[in-house]
């Protein structure tokens, strides 16, 4: 409803095999592990970014410890049940409709409402970069000089974002999301 917050968790949580979730992918630290409800980090990230195409209100968001493959450097939001949500607020006059499906395994996603969003576009600024580390794990299974990337790693960086929202009108503003820290994903 117009003025109402959305929060993920609240909505959707906790991510428990009683309410239907499945092992998956999920960061401990700085390694990737397997945990039930890993990888609803997808949702509140998809949600992030139309949110924020829509020019909604964001109220709260976190960003991954790592680097996530599936966006952008500075376009991902992480939660966890009790700790972290992602939350944002209705700003329009009329309420909206999230739409949701899984389809082969790809999240579609979108807002439906009375109001037309505005053109917006991302804007990314690198502060620095940490190039991402190897790891070797011995396998005797292989051949000598046979290497298999069993984890592709992913740089660590600092990154300020903000979109430009352009109106029907064409009057534009630029808007600051925030600043991101992402340490790196080693290679493994």
Known sequence: EPGAIFSQNKEIGPYSEENGFKEGPTYVGA??????????????????NIAVLANLEIVERHNHNMPVPYVPY???ATVAYGAKDFRFKNNTDFPLLIWAK???NRLYMAFY??????DVKWQHQFLNRQKAPVIYKTNPNL??????????????????SWVII????????RKFLGTSYYNPMPYL
């Open 31 to 48: 390694k990737v592990s397997t945990t039930i409800g890993g990888g609803v980090c997808k949702i509140s990230s998809t949600l992030y």
């Open 74 to 76: 500075g376009q991902d």
């Open 166 to 173: 352009t109106d029907k009108e064409g009057s534009a503003v």
């Open 143 to 160: 051949s000598a000089n046979v290497e298999n990337i069993l984890l592709e790693g992913m740089d660590g960086v600092t990154v300020n």
């Open 102 to 104: 899984g389809i082969d």
């Open 113 to 118: 409402g009375r109001e037309s969003p505005p």
